[in-house]
T-cell receptor, first 114, second 113 residues
Framework: DARVTQTPRHKVTEMGQEVTMRCQPI?????VFWYRQTMMQGLELLAY????????DSGMPKDRFSAEMPDATLATLKIQPSEPRDSAVYFC????????????FGQGTRLTVV | GDSVTQMEGPVTLSEEAFLTINCTYT??????LFWYVQYPGEGLQLLLK?????DKGSNKGFEATYRKETTSFHLEKGSVQVSDSAVYFC????????????FGTGTQLKVEL
């Protein structure tokens, strides 16, 4: 059963520390997304990759967030330095890229910055 | 730009009641429309989709019809169960958008015995 895998599932860190979240997209998918979910803002798109190239990261705070795809099986989202307002659930999703197809979501990383 | 508007929650229903969650959208071109469901502590799962006007998506007793004339994609179920309690998200993907989704704010559904 193909699925998007995210690690870690939970992360508690102190303000100022670096946080790295990882995502393994479904094999063969060529689009990858990072979303952030909070009670106040709902689901926000942070970054979007197609064939490992970043297409849209306009939703991401550039000064502290970075997203990369070192290879087709790994996407990373880093926050450095982390702040309490970054506390949220971060979802990775992947898709086959064709019109009319859907994105598949991982179970998320719940980040708490204290 | 694209946008999705869905009804505010929470929606609280008794088991076996009829469910409607309204969703309207704004998009250029001909988007694909989706309903995703999120159970507590989990990620989003696709519930159903429709890719062109008048298409009806259906799954697990849920249905939604793509209405281009009213730019709507309302979710319905004839008889809800306690296990349907979750947050429901309406979303769209533009033609050529390559799975990039624009989401509504989500509607929490609570079903009571």
């Amino acid at each position: 059963d193909a699925r998007v895998t995210q690690t870690p599932r939970h992360k508690v860190t102190e303000m100022g520390q670096e946080v790295t979240m990882r995502c393994q997209p479904i094999l063969g998918h060529n689009t990858v997304f990072w979303y952030r979910q909070t009670m106040m803002q709902g689901l926000e798109l942070l970054a979007y990759f197609r064939n490992r190239a970043p297409l849209d990261d306009s939703g991401m705070p550039k000064d502290r967030f970075s997203a990369e795809m070192p290879d087709a099986t790994l996407a990373t989202l880093k926050i450095q330095p982390s702040e309490p307002r970054d506390s949220a659930v971060y979802f990775c999703a992947s898709g086959p890229g064709q019109t009319y197809t859907e994105a598949f979501f991982g179970q998320g990383t719940r980040l708490t910055v204290v | 730009g694209d946008s999705v508007t869905q009804m505010e929650g929470p929606v609280t229903l008794s088991e076996e009641a009829f469910l409607t969650i309204n969703c309207t959208y704004t998009a250029t071109g001909y988007p694909s429309l989706f309903w995703y469901v999120q159970y507590p502590g989990e990620g989003l799962q696709l519930l159903l989709k429709a890719t062109k006007a008048d298409d009806k998506g259906s799954n697990k007793g849920f249905e939604a019809t793509y209405r281009k004339e009213t730019t709507s994609f309302h979710l319905e179920k004839g008889s809800v169960q306690v296990s349907d309690s979750a947050v429901y998200f309406c979303a769209l993907s533009d033609q050529g958008g390559g799975n990039k989704l624009t989401f509504g704010t989500g509607t929490q559904l609570k079903v009571e015995l």
